[in-house]
């Protein structure tokens, strides 16, 4: 029988269709495969959860059978009811702060079970990394909860733990009798201080006091009291000593003890306190320390052994001060003009090598911190040995690196869909040379898009091949006091074994107005200035109240009008990315400047008797794009100087990526390898350091006094030697003194 050449046809088509549906799968398409596979999994479950829930509403609704005692029956566990029948009662309190479909079983398990005031903390975590698990939240919420007591009732809930764990297979006689010494010695010692501080508030009184008769009794009794603290102190030194053979540790290790088990630091302290009152040569000087480094008192040591409610405000900071933290080690690629690596450097850091391929922005880099090995070089192209020890530098501790970073271009991953000039994969081969625990790099929320899954899934898997646990963070730069609408990816990785790496979070949402108004406003009257910081909304105090002044030149009253008409109008703004959206004097990156205050075609400020401010309407005069304004919106240091012509200064202040954003990425990746939780609320924690290493006192923080900076220095000297044990030199000290004592500095016989 003849085949007819139409059935031929369809006979090929039919065997080519099946040889394509056979023929082997490219790695590439492989991979698409299985991100498609992966979408209908994901899918598929937030489908399951949301008919389950709505099958549990109806359930509830028409109340024909008990909805928990059914659940069970068909196998649900109590989690599963618990988390299941509370999710719509859970998305009615939480329909603004977090998206359904970002949500998994995990996160809903979680969220259902922190108190409600962390419920908007756990939902920009779940924003920022939408991986985030269960007990990374849970976490958290502790953490939270943890800080809202205030830090006596910590300390009292800290001596319950320890002592229900030494006296569990103990008599509870012996307890009592524990808590019994401890208390009487605690107020022998609060007796024995009170009548101290009186007898020695003057040296007149305590002149008058010890060389008159009438008052010998009281010294009698006062050295009475003392033997008796000696005695107790000796009594209570032989039980703790029984119940805590391990209490002791040097003094030098009592600010980490602090930090990882509070515990064994007030059982330290108390152990040294006690060792100290027994002495029978005891002084009655109550042992302690109040400096800028470590606070601890022997009345909190032994309040926390006898369990006292916390009736004051008492006990040790668990977090540190920001200062104390361990230096670890960093290079910082595409470094730009060094805004990410002075965060970095304030999250606890020591800075080995900045890499960039600008020679202007080398030079701004070395001008501004001369100890910065800033090192001119591509990282595209090939690597040697040599180029890695240069960037390493000549310090020894480069050797051991904890962190790597950078600052790519957006350009790649926001217009081309090739990804031309993307630097993942040169990072990649630096990491894989350079070996950190940790790395962190910005890049843009294309990033993540779908165009990008099989480069991206190919980065992530090369990554885990060398040891790093990878995580994508979301986050806004306007969450951490920037003035800008800048929102990016921040691609980051930890070595696997090390600590959890949630995202970082701080509600401290800032706008152009409070950012620049004392740059942008240097002619304004003192009424001027009230007025303007009262159109902001900053602090004032009725104190600071200043009226307005009788007689006052009509060029004054037309520049505060000014100024004060620009913060009522701008100074709730945002400034646009400045990444994105450069100086350009048309289109619509002018038309966002405008919109924000800014006039992209202006290069000078505004100034007193100025034509257009003495006849502005309507028309409001605007900002320039000048530098010093600029650098106040990236939040860099008012020192930091930009080398290079106009145009280059201009093109590295858009370049530069904010410290404050690395330095709270840079902080956790800190936290996850040193496990070291730092004191947010210290007034340290949010500060840069401007050039030669001065603070930078933004917009977030009160600005110290002019007494204020130098005694913390002294302080700072101090404490070198006292808890790194290291000699005090002249070269610390005379800078120091010289500032606190200027007459000494004048005086050329000093």
Aim: aromatic share 10%; charged share 25%; net charge positive.
């Amino acid at each position: 029988m003849k085949v007819r050449p139409m059935a031929k046809k369809a006979a090929k088509q039919k065997i080519s269709k099946a040889a394509r549906l056979n023929r082997p799968l490219g790695r590439e398409e492989r991979l698409v495969r299985a991100q498609e596979h992966m979408a209908r999994i994901r899918s598929a479950i937030r489908l399951q959860i949301s008919t389950i829930v709505d099958e549990i509403d109806v359930l509830t609704r028409e109340g024909r059978a008990n909805v928990e005692v059914l659940m069970k029956d068909f196998g649900f566990t109590d989690a599963e009811y618990n988390t299941f029948s509370n999710i719509t009662s859970l998305l009615a309190k939480l329909e603004k702060e977090v998206d359904e479909g970002d949500l998994h079983f995990d996160n809903y398990r979680a969220l259902l079970a922190i108190d409600e005031e962390s419920h908007g903390h756990a939902a920009q975590i779940i924003k920022k990394d939408p991986a985030v698990t269960h007990d990374e939240i849970m976490h958290i919420s502790d953490q939270l909860a943890h800080r809202r007591l205030p830090q006596g009732e910590r300390a009292f809930k800290k001596s319950r733990e320890a002592f229900n764990d030494a006296f569990a297979v103990g008599n509870r006689a012996v307890e009592s009798s524990f808590r019994r010494t401890a208390t009487e010695l605690f107020g022998m010692m609060s007796k024995h201080s009170r009548r101290s501080s009186y007898v020695k508030r003057t040296a007149r009184r305590f002149e008058k006091l010890t060389g008159s008769r009438r008052y010998s009794f009281f010294f009698e009794s006062q050295s009475a009291l003392l033997a008796d603290i000696i005695k107790t102190s000796g009594e209570l030194l032989t039980m703790v000593r029984s119940l805590f053979p391990d209490s002791p540790a040097p003094v030098r290790e009592w600010a980490g003890l602090a930090n990882h088990s509070p515990i064994k630091a007030y059982l330290a302290q108390a152990h040294h306190s006690l060792q100290v009152m027994s002495n029978p040569d005891f002084n009655g000087r109550m042992p302690g320390d109040g400096s800028i480094h470590y606070e601890w008192s022997s009345f909190d040591a032994i309040r926390f052994l006898a369990e006292l409610a916390p009736e004051y405000e008492f006990g040790l900071k668990e977090e540190i001060d920001p200062r104390d933290v361990r230096k670890l080690n960093a290079i910082d690629l595409c470094a730009n003009a060094g805004g990410q690596a002075l965060g970095i450097e304030a999250a606890g850091y020591y800075m080995h090598g900045l890499v960039d391929r600008d020679e202007d922005t080398i030079r701004t880099l070395q001008s501004n911190r001369r100890r910065w090995n800033a090192v001119k070089a591509d990282i595209a192209a090939p690597l040697i040995p040599a180029d890695l020890d240069a960037w390493r530098g000549t310090n020894k501790r480069a050797a051991n690196l904890d962190l790597v970073s950078g600052s790519f271009p957006i350009s790649p991953f926001a217009y081309h869909a090739e990804r031309d000039g993307e630097l993942f994969t040169s990072a990649l081969r630096i990491i894989e040379k350079l070996n950190p625990k940790g790395f962190f790099f910005e890049t843009d929320l294309a990033f993540n898009a779908h165009r990008n899954d099989v480069f991206r899934q190919d980065l992530i898997t090369s990554f885990w091949n060398l040891g790093y646990e990878t995580k994508k963070w979301t986050l806004s730069a306007n969450e951490f006091g920037v003035p800008q609408d800048r929102t990016r990816m921040y691609f980051v990785g930890i070595k696997r074994g090390l600590g959890s790496l949630p995202p970082p979070t701080r509600s401290t949402v800032a706008t152009v107005g409070p950012a620049i108004w004392t740059a942008a406003f240097p002619d304004l009257s003192p009424h001027g200035v009230y007025e303007v910081k009262k159109e902001l909304k900053l602090l004032i105090r009725k104190a600071d109240a200043v009226e307005k002044p009788q007689q006052q030149s009509e060029q004054q009253i037309a520049y505060d009008g000014w100024a004060k008409a620009w913060a009522s109008r701008y100074g709730a703004e945002l400034a646009p990315d400045m990444d994105k959206h450069r100086v350009q004097p048309r289109g619509m990156s002018a038309h966002l400047w405008r919109n924000a205050g800014f006039d992209p075609q202006r290069r000078d400020l505004p100034r007193l008797g100025d034509r257009l401010v003495m006849n502005y309407g309507k028309r409001l005069p605007l900002l320039p794009l000048s530098v010093p304004l600029l650098q106040r919106l990236q939040v860099m240091p008012d020192d930091w100087r930009f080398e290079g012509d106009e145009q280059s200064k201009l093109q590295q202040v858009c370049s530069v990526r904010p410290p404050e954003v690395s330095l709270a990425i840079a902080r956790e990746i800190h936290r996850a390898i040193t496990s070291q939780a730092v004191d947010l609320d210290h007034p340290a924690a949010w500060k840069i350091k401007g050039t030669n290493g001065k603070w930078f006192w933004s917009l977030l923080s009160e600005p110290p006094t002019a007494q204020g900076i130098p005694a913390g220095r002294w302080k700072n000297v101090r404490g070198i030697d006292k808890y790194v044990s290291m000699p005090l030199t002249l070269y610390q000290i005379a800078p120091v003194f010289f500032e606190l004592c200027p007459l000494a500095s004048s005086d050329p016989d000093f």
